[in-house]
Nanobody, 117 residues
Framework: QLQLVESGGGSVQPGGSLRLSCAASGFTLNRYDISWFRQAPGEERERVSCISSGGSTNYADSVKGRFTISSDNAKNTVYLQMNSLKPEDTAVYYC???????????WGQGTQVTVSS
């Protein structure tokens, strides 16, 4: 069974923090490049961060300096630490393994992040 499960979302005020988790089952996560994506209502899904199988990371300009992606091989999990959250960060967040720009696995349910007063 191949599965990625997102968790850790919630509702926070602007300036707050959340840590999202992407847990893998049925395969070894660190063999793949893993990306976090988000999709707001009526908008296209966008990639916000990626960690490669070699451990290198990158970020969308909109989240640089605020978000940090990391992995824990023992837990077979990738994390997204989100600080200084803004209302425009509100979206459903997904993770997936990627090959260049293409997702490898089926999209899961994602986890909802809501930033509002």
């Amino acid at each position: 069974q191949l599965q990625l499960v997102e968790s850790g979302g919630g509702s926070v005020q602007p300036g707050g923090s959340l840590r999202l988790s992407c847990a893998a089952s049925g395969f070894t996560l660190n063999r793949y490049d893993i990306s976090w994506f988000r999709q707001a209502p009526g908008e296209e899904r966008e990639r916000v961060s990626c960690i490669s199988s070699g451990g290198s990371t990158n970020y969308a300009d909109s989240v640089k300096g605020r978000f940090t992606i990391s992995s824990d091989n023992a837990k077979n999990t990738v994390y997204l630490q989100m600080n200084s959250l803004k209302p425009e960060d509100t979206a459903v967040y997904y993770c997936n393994a990627i090959r260049t720009i293409y997702p490898i696995f089926s999209w899961g349910q994602g986890t909802q992040v809501t930033v509002s007063s």
